[in-house]
């Protein structure tokens, strides 16, 4: 009886939270995709059935396909250089550094900074008048001066690197605890065994933090696609829609051109983007869950 | 390799570090310098030279700029990050230690909705909370309350996720031992696990506090009244008078990042300390 | 095959003195065991010879190389770890296959060498699985193959069996022993354990606080201990304690522990005899005590009166802790001994196999 009752409770217990997330999302999602999928382009909505119309014709937006274009390069280049320094940045201070808190702190700090905070500074600090080019010419490194956002075929870069500067201390977080879980035990036998420092990392180490690569690859990856924050404070949608993406196509579409069904059929294909990179991983992590 | 490595490359490697620390320091250095420094004095031009006279008026003046938004951003945060952690909690613990037919559709949905991009929601957001707000005594769009609400549900997956992965790390023997003594439900959750919710609950309420603060989209969105905005907000707007004192822009953005920060530099190892108690995996 | 030599090496971490200068000879091709209680410095020098720690002072040799300054890599040693230190993203075979491929070796080469290894230690099936399918004791296989393959002038181990249960322990107790004989290598071999100690080793080094205390063969060891510390630790149920003094009685010389007197044999007498009325301390083994009934021609002058406090069947014999008033002694009598807890017992102390021991330096005189 009283287990019966308990059953009964919890399930009572996780009905506010379901049915809240079932509304606001899953709901939410559904009514986006039917906006996706009307003719609702103006302040006065307009549900009249359009069936793909909307995407078909997105994808023949040139503007569109520039997002596109930069959503991929972004989160590529962003993705390795995240990667990679986080990888860097762990193995450095996994050596007994004297000053290690000293070097962790700075490094994860940016994290705590919002995106609007960090893309404005990383705005003035990549001005191509001042900031950092400035500091170049100071340093005697004049001809290392770049345009860097005001020059369409490289502005994007200017964004990655703001995005490294928040993003790549998480990484680097996960992997020292990666590196901090590998006995000595191991790393002596490999040096019995005859492994040089970089025998030892390539062959042991850095293949036995995969799954952290993995883990960080999807958190970053579905960061990356749906970014908006830093770009909108950094460079909004950049010279020649050079740093737009998807987010800032669809906000000022939506709440700036009251244009609600592009807005939607952007937002879908930002969903099914995330849901490319994330359901994969769910199905996979849940996988791995049950046979440990 | 015995102990003792070349000199060489332990230069290499501090001078390196100290490359990367000076490349995240740097930010920070051109905030702080050139929100100490008076308005005729502050130029993007000399953004790097250090302020020849150091005063606080830049801070004065955002402060008062930014105050009713500072304390907009208060006034959202904590009960948003009170209430989705409290709820992630009781979630978090049916999901651990009851075990129920569905548990295991329920949760995957649940995360999924940690992933969204929140612009696949906004339109119908808009709609609902314009349509229930007309319903209750109180507006829903345009007010703190709504983007309260709106945390509060947009942060029970994360929430429930942190304290069910920390509910699964409490040994399944002390909630059968309390199931003898006499305790249900609810009893286990008051007795047992309540008491021992303190790491899981500091992860909850940092990230959630530094989330919330830091989220800018649906503040953007939801509250269009300048006097309600959260400080993210307004600092876009703070950019957007006719002479723009580069000195109080940038002591106004220090503003707004500060509390995080400071959150993150004195929590910050109780933060690291909960994860390592198993609030969070993978 | 090598000898190994350490020569008066120390090891120092911080203000702790792990080993304390050391000189030791470890013989080419045996099997040498480094025994002692947790902190004696086994496990210290162990790494010493494999390198994997610097010595503060002295020089150890690998043949006739001296290896201060080599790189473990470079010393031509294999080791097996406590706790395996198995690649766990590795197959079997890659696991012991990756000190070869470092190394370079012909691929066929590899394959012949894995293939033998596994074949000795009946490990061929589980070539393709990772480790964290295997059981405890086929990862310490894994962790003896992959020693194996490099053909090392030295294997080193460090307490490969501390992780199995108590049977299995015994089953791989012989097979490496085994493996030894037919590979003949020298083999350094460190345990807390002084069974697996007297059963594995040609040599056994016993250590103590950093300090060699003796260097014998399992039998010396046992018979001839030098001090207190060996005879105390070698054998189980450790060797009977009891403070004394030699008195003279009668023309004979006699151990007298206050509680109960008992003559010595005249030849121990006559080594024994410039102790006389100095403090000792008088040790005898629990198998060297037996219940009279069960002891042929006890010697009369040898035999003690005692109360039974303890009795512990064990099939094979009979464990008895007797008590003569404040001293208790622990004696390995015969299965069927009449003896009986609470109840008063005979015993006889074969006093050929008695042991005397100094109080203040605890070096032995008998």
Same mark, same amino acid.
């Given at each position: 009886m009283r287990i019966r009752?308990?059953?009964?409770?919890?399930?009572?217990?996780?009905?506010?939270?379901?049915? @809240?997330?079932?509304?606001?999302?899953?709901?939410?999602?559904?009514?986006? *995709?039917?906006?996706?999928?009307?003719?609702?382009?103006?302040?006065?909505?307009?549900?009249?059935?359009?069936?793909?119309?909307?995407?078909?014709?997105?994808?023949?937006?040139?503007?569109?396909?520039?997002?596109?274009?930069? #959503? =991929?390069? &972004? #989160?590529?280049?962003?993705?390795?250089?995240?990667?990679?320094?986080?990888?860097?940045?762990?193995?450095?201070?996994?050596?007994?550094?004297?000053?290690? @808190?000293?070097?962790?702190?700075?490094? =994860? &700090?940016?994290?705590?900074?919002?995106?609007?905070?960090?893309?404005?500074?990383?705005?003035?600090?990549?001005?191509?008048?001042?900031?950092?080019?400035?500091?170049?010419?100071?340093?005697?490194?004049?001809?290392?001066? $770049?345009?860097?956002?005001?020059?369409?075929?490289? *502005?994007?870069?200017?964004?990655?690197? *703001?995005?490294?500067?928040?993003?790549?201390?998480? #990484?680097?977080?996960?992997?020292?605890?990666?590196?901090?879980?590998?006995?000595?035990?191991?790393?002596?036998?490999?040096?019995?065994?005859?492994?040089?420092?970089?025998?030892?990392?390539?062959?042991?180490?850095?293949?036995?933090?995969?799954?952290?690569?993995?883990?960080?690859?999807?958190?970053?990856?579905?960061?990356?696609?749906?970014?908006?924050?830093?770009?909108? @404070?950094?460079?909004? $949608?950049?010279?020649?829609? $050079?740093?737009?993406?998807?987010?800032?196509?669809?906000?000022?579409?939506t709440f700036r051109g009251n244009r609600f069904a592009e807005g939607a059929t952007i937002s879908i294909i930002m969903l099914i983007m995330v849901a490319m990179v994330i359901i994969p991983y769910l199905i996979y992590s849940s996988r791995t869950e049950a046979e440990a | 390799m015995v102990r003792g490595r070349p000199r060489a490359t332990r230069v290499l490697l501090y001078a390196i570090l100290a490359f990367f620390a000076a490349f995240y320091l740097m930010p920070v250095y051109v905030l702080v310098n050139n929100g100490l420094k008076s308005f005729r004095e502050v130029s993007l031009s000399r953004m790097w030279a250090p302020p020849q006279q150091v005063t606080l008026e830049a801070f004065g003046k955002a402060l008062r700029e930014l105050a009713p938004n500072l304390r907009n951003s208060v006034v959202l945060v904590v009960p948003a990050a009170l209430i989705s952690a409290a709820l992630g909690s009781v979630n978090g613990y049916v999901l651990a230690k009851w075990k129920f037919a569905g548990a295991d559709v329920v949760f995957p949905l649940l995360l999924f909705g940690m992933f969204i991009p929140y612009q696949s929601v906004l339109i119908p957001l808009v709609q609902f909370l314009q349509w229930l707000g007309g319903l209750l005594p109180m507006p829903l769009y345009g007010s703190i309350t709504g983007l309260v609400l709106v945390h509060v549900v947009y942060g029970i997956p994360i929430t429930t996720l942190i304290f069910r992965n920390y509910y699964a790390t409490v040994p399944t023997e002390i909630v059968e031992a309390a199931r003898i003594d006499g305790a249900g439900l609810v009893g286990v959750y008051r007795n047992v696990i309540l008491p021992l919710s303190m790491p899981a609950f500091v992860v909850v309420m940092i990230w959630q506090v530094t989330q919330i603060w830091n989220e800018f989209l649906f503040a953007v969105i939801i509250t269009s009244n300048p006097a309600q905005q959260p400080v993210q907000v307004a600092l876009r707007n703070l950019a957007g008078s006719q002479i723009v004192e580069w000195n109080v822009q940038m002591a106004g953005a220090l503003l707004a990042a500060l509390p995080p920060l400071l959150v993150y530099v004195f929590l910050g190892r109780y933060f690291l300390r909960g994860l390592m108690a198993g609030a969070l995996k993978g | 095959m090598a000898r190994v030599y350490l020569e008066q090496v120390s090891k120092k971490f911080g203000v702790v003195t792990a080993v304390n200068d050391v000189t030791l000879e470890i013989p080419d091709r045996q099997f040498t065991v480094l025994v002692g209680p947790s902190g004696c410095g086994k496990t210290t020098a162990l790494r010493l010879i494999a390198g994997l720690e610097e010595a503060t002072a002295g020089n150890i040799f690998i043949g006739d190389r001296l290896v201060n300054d080599v790189a473990p890599k470079d010393r031509d040693i294999a080791m097996v770890f406590q706790n395996y230190a198995l690649y766990p993203h590795m197959s079997v075979y890659d696991n012991m296959a990756f000190g070869l491929r470092l190394r370079r070796y012909p691929r066929t080469e590899i394959d012949r060498r894995v293939k033998e290894a596994a074949g000795m230690l009946g490990i061929e099936m589980l070539l393709d699985r990772k480790p964290k399918q295997l059981s405890g004791g086929q990862r310490q296989r894994v962790a003896l193959g992959r020693a194996i393959v490099r053909e090392p002038q030295v294997f080193l181990m460090d307490e490969p069996l501390s992780n199995l249960d108590a049977k299995l322990r015994v089953q791989t107790r012989a097979e490496i022993k085994k493996l030894q004989a037919r590979l003949q290598t020298t083999t350094i071999y460190v345990t807390h354990d002084q069974v697996e100690a007297m059963t594995m080793g040609d040599r056994i080094v016993v250590m103590r606080d950093g300090l060699v205390q003796q260097v014998d063969s399992p039998l010396n060891l046992y018979e001839k201990p030098s001090n207190l510390f060996v005879a105390g630790f070698i054998g189980s149920p450790a060797m009977n304690f009891v403070e004394a003094t030699l008195a003279p009685r009668n023309g004979a010389l006699v151990v007298d522990c206050g509680s109960f007197a008992i003559e010595m044999p005249p030849d121990l007498a006559a080594i024994a005899k410039d102790w006389t009325g100095k403090p000792v301390v008088f040790g005898i083994r629990p198998e060297d005590i037996q219940d009279v009934a069960f002891a042929r021609d006890p010697n009369p002058a040898w035999v003690l009166p005692a109360m039974v406090e303890v009795h512990e069947p064990l099939g094979s014999d009979v464990i008895l802790y007797l008590s003569t008033g404040p001293t208790t002694i622990v004696a390995r009598v015969d299965a069927h001994s009449s003896a009986r807890m609470g109840q008063p017992a005979e015993v006889v102390l074969d006093m050929r196999k008695m042991h005397l021991f100094e109080t203040e330096t605890h070096k032995a005189i008998i």
């Open positions: 009752r308990d059953r009964a409770l919890s399930a009572l217990i996780l009905l506010p939270s379901v049915v @809240a997330v079932g509304v606001f999302v899953y709901g939410f999602i559904g009514w986006t *995709a039917y906006v996706a999928m009307s003719n609702w382009n103006s302040f006065i909505p307009d549900l009249s059935f359009a069936g793909l119309r909307n995407f078909a014709d997105l994808f023949q937006t040139p503007r569109f396909q520039i997002d596109l274009r930069n #959503t =991929l390069v &972004f #989160t590529l280049t962003f993705l390795a250089g995240c990667l990679g320094i986080g990888l860097l940045l762990a193995v450095l201070l996994d050596r007994q550094i004297r000053g290690e @808190a000293f070097f962790r702190n700075a490094f =994860l &700090f940016p994290m705590s900074i919002s995106f609007i905070v960090g893309g404005t500074v990383w705005q003035w600090l990549l001005n191509p008048s001042t900031g950092v080019n400035l500091l170049l010419e100071s340093a005697g490194l004049g001809a290392l001066k $770049s345009p860097w956002y005001t020059e369409p075929r490289i *502005a994007i870069y200017a964004v990655v690197i *703001a995005a490294l500067w928040q993003m790549s201390g998480f #990484t680097m977080a996960l992997y020292l605890a990666g590196l901090r879980g590998i006995s000595d035990e191991l790393r002596e036998a490999a040096r019995v065994d005859g492994a040089s420092d970089l025998q030892l990392y390539r062959h042991v180490i850095i293949p036995l933090l995969h799954p952290i690569t993995l883990s960080a690859a999807i958190v970053l990856g579905h960061v990356s696609l749906k970014i908006f924050d830093l770009v909108f @404070a950094m460079t909004g $949608s950049g010279p020649a829609f $050079s740093t737009d993406v998807p987010g800032i196509f669809m906000f000022e579409t | - | -």
